[in-house]
């Protein structure tokens, strides 16, 4: 089964925005942290932001001042908020949520399908 579905993609100019938002199934139990990767071609996937539970936030050095993550706990929602974007943010980028199913199930990373973002003139 799909836990998390990702939206927002696309693609966009250089100096854009575009908004990804995640969100976790309603049965899912988000216990800790959410938050973003990416990974460009021939790239190791990396992180691009991550948000606690009350929203404590770590961001990549590539895109401090330019990303906001953020989430909305009643939604089961992540988002990530790309301003000012650079041709270097063209990736594919994943939401991840460590969770449970429910609240019997185990403690585990969920990932997203992963949605394309390019930056390009």
């Known amino acids: 089964q799909v836990q998390l579905v990702e939206s927002g993609g696309g693609l966009v100019q250089p100096g854009g925005s575009l908004r990804l938002s995640c969100a976790a199934s309603k049965s899912m139990v988000v216990i800790n942290v959410m938050g973003w990767y990416r990974q460009a071609p021939g790239k190791q996937r990396e992180l691009v932001a991550h948000i606690t539970s009350v929203g404590s936030t770590n961001y990549a050095d590539s895109v401090k001042g330019r990303f906001t993550i953020s989430r909305d706990n009643a939604k089961n929602t992540v988002y990530l908020q790309m301003d000012n974007m650079k041709p270097e943010d063209t990736a594919v980028y994943y939401c991840?949520?460590?969770?449970?199913?429910?609240?019997?199930?185990?403690?585990?990373?969920?990932w997203g399908q992963g949605t394309q973002v390019t930056v390009s003139s």
């Open positions: 991840k949520v460590n969770g449970r199913e429910n609240w019997i199930g185990p403690l585990r990373d969920y």
